[in-house]
């Protein structure tokens, strides 16, 4: 099976603060770490429900940055759907051939030294996918 369950949804928010207060003290989620990712310029929240899916929630550090211009355009709300996966690079190479465009060619670290790449929202009817293989 190409995709394994849902690693995390990506949740873009203005403010970790104000979001953490919703998701750990009013829905009793538990605040795993909020980690820089500095290559994709956020600040993450991690929370985690069952002991493996989780809530990212992702707060842009610069304006202009990738998370940044989501908020801008559709406010904050579900930024990207993450799916598990085994063996990533096989898949980043056959996902194109089977029409699917890439925005990570090549996969890229992501929280916790998983390895994530992003598909094309135009190519999965506008809703941003990751592949994510955990370590
Ligand atoms: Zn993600």
């Known amino acids: 099976m190409f995709a394994q369950r849902i690693?995390?949804?990506g949740v873009a928010v203005k403010?970790?603060?104000?979001?953490?207060?919703?998701y750990r003290d009013v829905l009793g989620m538990k605040l795993e770490?909020?980690?820089?990712?500095?290559?994709?310029k956020v600040k993450v929240a991690s929370f985690v429900m069952d002991?493996?899916?989780?809530i990212e929630l992702l707060e842009p550090t610069e304006a202009g940055s990738p998370v940044a211009r989501f908020i801008k355009k559709h406010g904050e709300g579900i930024h990207h759907i993450a799916l598990k996966?085994?063996?990533i690079e096989e898949r980043l190479e056959e996902l194109p051939k089977k029409g699917l465009r890439l925005?990570?060619?090549k996969a890229r670290v992501g929280v916790g030294g998983a390895r994530i790449a992003f598909?094309?929202?135009?190519?999965?009817?506008n809703v941003l996918l990751e592949l994510c293989e955990q370590p």
């Not at 770490?33 to 994709?40: F, P």
């Open 7 to 9: 690693d995390h949804i």
């Open 15 to 22: 403010g970790l603060d104000e979001a953490i207060k919703l």
């Open 33 to 40: 770490g909020i980690h820089h990712v500095k290559e994709q």
């Open 51 to 54: 002991g493996e899916t989780r």
């Open 85 to 87: 996966v085994k063996g």
């Open 103 to 105: 925005v990570d060619k």
């Open 119 to 125: 598909i094309h929202p135009k190519s999965t009817g």
